[in-house]
């Protein structure tokens, strides 16, 4: 039988709930078994299965962990460097969208270091393991801390997503996005449903998480459809870098 644990400090126990999430539909298919357990300011999650599913499950755990460490810790580390723990939209959108960015490198990186035959630490990767790729994201968002001025303007936040979005390939000719509550849907070309990519910030609104989407997929339009007020930040961020049009929805 193939056994692992995963544990984080409870402060970033959104990336255990992350890494439960991503690997429940595949312990469900094959039968596995999972159990939670919280100790000492810590988080666990322990999964076991057949060993006839070990390679597969080992797989699909190396994937999520690499992204809880790649992306979620990136968040982590970005906002510690430029001392940003707001619910400013703006701020929030930039520092999101600047992790995402290079995420498949970073990926294929971090991956070769996650060792799905030990328990896995996400801090303790993060602390001690990872110490390469934190130099790189310090040399990436150098490019803001030398200029901090910018997180203090909306407008220069604008211009930077536009830069960002210049290095960038459209992948898909348009976009629309069907909001619902809390939650919401990605439609491509001939209604293709699009799998949405997470932030994995810590805590993020849907609109920044909608906003992230589309600047990572950066369509040449974006139809948005929606039954509840859009705020004002969301609207005027949206249309100064993509031609938008809005339906109420019932």
Known sequence: MYEATVSVVKENGHLLDYVKEQL????????????EMDEQG?????????????FQVQRKLNDVVTQALT?????????KLLKINTKNFYQNVLINTICIFDNEYDRQIVSRVVDVDKTLCLDGY????????????????????????????????VEFLQYLLESTPSKV????????????VLYGSG????EPAQSLAK??????????????????AVKIYHSLPLS???????????????????
């Open 24 to 35: 429940a539909p595949c312990m469900g298919e094959i039968d596995g078994i999972t159990s």
């Open 42 to 54: 810590r988080n666990y999650f322990s999964l076991a299965c057949a060993d006839t599913y070990r």
């Open 71 to 79: 992306l979620g810790y990136k968040n982590v580390f970005a906002r």
């Open 126 to 157: 993060y602390n001690f393991r990872l110490g390469a790729i934190k130099k790189k994201w310090q040399e990436v968002l150098k490019l803001v801390s030398d200029n901090f001025y910018v997180l203090s303007d909306n407008g220069m936040i």
């Open 173 to 184: 000719k348009s976009l629309s996005v069907s909001m619902d509550g809390d939650d919401f």
């Open 191 to 194: 209604d293709k449903v699009i």
């Open 203 to 220: 805590q993020a609104t849907c609109e920044e998480e909608i906003m992230l989407n589309i600047l990572a997929l950066k369509p040449r």
């Open 232 to 250: 004002e930040d969301f609207c005027d961020m949206l249309n100064a870098l993509f031609p938008t049009e809005y339906v109420e929805v019932e």
